[in-house]
């Protein structure tokens, strides 16, 4: 049974750091790549960073750019998702995405990821 499972999120303070995991059974992450996506309360979700499966090239959205670190440990079959400086607007539940691509960069679309964890609450708030 292929599963995502996200830990890691929690309450911080703005300027503050935390650092979400994406682990995977059933599967290894060798071939797939990894996004991770947000949704807020009334909000669509929203592609934040993925990470491509062959080259471990990344990708960013604007918004997180110059804070946020995507990284994957293949021997463990997890992915990170560093993330400094972080301000309210990043409070959100927090979701990994798993597409089964090879050599292609990774994308930020949702449509494209054909696995997903439950997700894992941020919440940046003093």
């Known amino acids: 049974q292929l599963q995502l499972v996200e830990s890691g999120g929690g309450l911080v303070q703005p300027g503050g750091s935390l650092r979400l995991s994406c682990a995977a059974s059933g599967f290894t992450l060798d071939y797939y790549a990894i996004g991770w996506f947000r949704q807020a309360p009334g909000k669509e979700r929203e592609g934040v960073s993925c990470?491509?499966?062959?080259?471990?090239?990344?990708n960013y959205a604007d918004s997180v750019k110059g804070r946020f670190t995507i990284s994957r440990d293949n021997a463990k079959n997890t992915v990170y998702l560093q993330m400094n400086s972080l301000k309210p607007e990043d409070t959100a539940v927090y979701y990994c995405?798993?597409?089964?691509?090879?050599?292609?960069?990774?994308?930020?679309?949702?449509?494209?990821?054909?696995?997903w964890g439950q997700g894992t609450q941020v919440t940046v708030s003093s």
């Open positions: 990470i491509s499966s062959s080259s471990g090239s990344t």
């Open positions: 995405a798993a597409e089964e691509v090879l050599f292609r960069l990774c994308v930020l679309s949702l449509y494209e990821y054909d696995y």
